[in-house]
T-cell receptor, first 113, second 114 residues
Framework: GNSVTQMEGPVTLSEEAFLTINCTYTATGYPSLFWYVQYPGEGLQLLLKATKADDKGSNKGFEATYRKETTSFHLEKGSVQVSDSAVYFCALSDRSNAGKSTFGDGTTLTVKP | DTGVSQDPRHKITKRGQNVTFRCDPISEHNRLYWYRQTLGQGPEFLTYFQNEAQLEKSRLLSDRFSAERPKGSFSTLEIQRTEQGDSAMYLC????????????FGPGTRLLVL
């Protein structure tokens, strides 16, 4: 079956530091890959996505590249802000698996001023 | 705001009681998904609808759980005879397409069973 493995947290960084959150996946088909962000007390918000190999998703300074050869979709940001503090979820959605999403366990990011 | 709404946002109930949650998806979306999220975990798939048809149910969905999507619009998730282990965040998501496209999540209903 499908699975997503995320880098364990929590991650604590100083403002303007570089962020990487690792994500690898296992899928039987050809999935689309997503990063979602969840702020305290809120639902999931789509951060970025990529639908095929070598695609790069980007939004709000965050980037992730769909690497089929390494089955990875690592999230990066060059300079984090305090407002980026949240829980980040890597996920895949596979049309051959009814399109339901499979999520990693989330990585909590805290950015200190 | 993603356009998906859920009601109520919070529910506290006593063990053995029945609860019902509602999800209103983005109006033109044909697919609707229910997920459950426990503390420190990612959401786990429960069930999904394509229009009004419930096409798949997870093993996580015991006989005490039932979901409906009458007329292919809003959906309800009912839990009968609640147990403390049912305490979780219940998330609804909707999408347009045949699978693999972006799902838009509601804010969730947080259930606490005492």
């Amino acid at each position: 079956g499908n699975s997503v493995t995320q880098m364990e947290g929590p991650v604590t960084l100083s403002e303007e530091a570089f962020l990487t959150i690792n994500c690898t996946y296992t899928a039987t088909g050809y999935p689309s890959l997503f990063w979602y962000v969840q702020y305290p007390g809120e639902g999931l918000q789509l951060l970025l996505k990529a639908t095929k190999a070598d695609d790069k998703g980007s939004n709000k300074g965050f980037e992730a590249t769909y690497r089929k050869e390494t089955t990875s979709f690592h999230l990066e940001k060059g300079s984090v802000q305090v407002s980026d503090s949240a829980v980040y979820f890597c996920a895949l959605s596979d049309r051959s698996n009814a399109g339901k999403s499979t999520f990693g366990d989330g990585t909590t990011l805290t950015v200190k001023p | 705001d993603t356009g998906v709404s859920q009601d109520p946002r919070h529910k506290i109930t006593k063990r053995g009681q029945n609860v019902t949650f509602r999800c209103d998806p983005i109006s033109e979306h044909n697919r609707l998904y229910w997920y459950r999220q426990t503390l420190g975990q990612g959401p786990e798939f429960l069930t999904y609808f394509q229009n009004e048809a419930q096409l798949e149910k997870s093993r996580l969905l015991s006989d005490r759980f039932s979901a409906e999507r009458p007329k292919g619009s809003f959906s309800t998730l009912e839990i009968q005879r609640t147990e403390q282990g049912d305490s979780a965040m219940y998330l609804c998501a909707s999408s347009l397409g045949q699978g693999g496209e972006t799902q838009y999540f509601g804010p969730g209903t947080r259930l606490l069973v005492l």
